[in-house]
């Protein structure tokens, strides 16, 4: 059965569910959207796997398992096991599609933890762990795009690690990351490495940019402030997607790919619409282009089945998106001040969602009782 979600892959674009839980693996859930739907990837954080471990029993029997052969492992050490477990069966499922694609779609990701937010060696010594952890080509190690970040890209990249960079809201910063990711493959062209296996995405978030620039234009309160509404981190990946295309025409770009790398796609992350006041697939309807992916929340992939539409609409009305910016930017939105507060409420978030994850595990340790 083909539908509007498979229509997106002739436009160029892969369909990546946001989200992932034992059951949903181990009943097919994820084996139906790939065989259905066309889906080639998933993503976790540590807010999917507070809620996916955190409640109910469906760990409880691995848990108890892990406790019998490390009874004083630390409760950090316990959501790993559980989450690698997860992240090798979801490879796994996804590996024919890996295969299938030549290694260009069909990977799992896993996220270092938030707490090395502002720790590059850290950072550099999780994503190599945490890699040969889970032993699957298609991995996926997810860095945040701060600025200790940068570098743990790069270096993580030189050492052969594919990369999903996580909690990008600026084009300032996708760009260092674009680059990170660019000066890995070169440093590993310069030992006589391969490249042509190693995959990067850059995850730009939309919605979140939406629901806070939306409170400064209501705060406003003027038309032309309101004709902003709901238009402003649309117009923000539509610039960055079209740095992105200028980019891979770019001596140093073709030197790298001329050895056969492949380009870091931007993928589209927050993809939820969080006004009601929108359509619920205001961000997939309006982000579709080539070589990209868009990582979706599973009612909004529901809804995008449902009722989306299918459109090369990423690269139309770029005029339209840059005279949006400006007009930002006139009215004072403070879109730079804006990215750089979310970056920081994100690592804030993704902390305090594995602290509860930590301690709702810690919680089901047979001491605890």
């Known amino acids: 059965m083909m539908g509007r979600i498979n229509d997106l892959e002739a436009q160029g674009q892969a369909i990546w569910l946001d989200f992932v839980e034992r059951k949903f693996l ?10 259905e739907d066309g889906v080639t990837g998933f993503t976790s954080n540590p807010s999917i796997f507070e809620k996916a471990m955190g ?10 398992e892990f406790d019998r052969t490390h009874p004083d492992a630390p409760p950090i050490a316990r959501y790993e096991a559980l989450a690698i477990e997860d992240i090798q069966h979801g ?8 295969d299938r694609l030549g290694g260009k779609d069909g990977y799992a990701s896993l996220e270092v933890s938030p707490y090395l937010a502002d720790d590059a060696d850290g950072t550099i010594a999780e994503a190599a762990r945490l890699w040969h952890a889970v032993d699957r080509p298609n ?16 270096a993580s990249t030189a050492a052969g690690i594919n990369i999903n960079v996580t909690l990008l809201f600026a084009i300032e910063a996708y760009i260092k990351v674009a680059e990170a990711y660019v000066a890995g493959l070169e440093a590993r062209v310069a030992k006589g490495e391969p490249i042509d296996h190693i995959s990067s995405v850059a995850s730009f978030f939309v919605s979140r940019i939406d629901s806070k620039i939306d409170a400064k234009i209501d705060a406003l309160g003027t038309d032309e402030a309101k004709a902003l509404r709901g238009k402003v981190a649309i117009a923000n990946a539509k610039i960055a997607y079209q740095w992105y295309l200028d980019f891979l025409k770019s001596d140093r770009w073709q030197a ?31 982000l579709i282009g080539q070589d990209t992916v868009n990582t979706v929340p599973p009612k909004t992939l529901d809804a995008f089945r449902d009722h ?11 005029d339209e998106a840059k005279h949006v910016l400006a007009e930002a930017e006139r009215l004072g939105l403070d879109l730079k001040g804006v990215t750089g507060i979310l970056v ?26």
């Open 91 to 98: 490879a796994d499922i996804l590996r024919p599609v890996y």
């Open 26 to 35: 181990e009943e097919g859930g994820l084996g139906k959207l790939i065989d």
């Open 139 to 154: 991995l996926m190690v997810k860095i945040p795009g701060t600025e200790a970040g940068v570098p743990a890209i790069a």
């Open 308 to 318: 989306g539409s299918v459109a090369p609409t990423l690269t139309a009305d770029v």
């Open 256 to 286: 790298l790919a001329a050895k056969g790398a492949r380009p870091q796609r931007l993928l589209w992350a927050s993809t939820g619409t969080k006004d009601p006041a929108y359509s619920d697939v205001l961000y997939l309807d309006t």
């Open 344 to 369: 920081e409420e994100g690592v804030i978030a993704f902390a305090k969602s594995f602290d509860d994850l930590l301690g709702s595990i810690a919680a089901k340790h047979p001491a605890a009782a």
């Open 55 to 64: 409640h109910g029993d469906a760990y409880d029997a691995s848990l108890a």
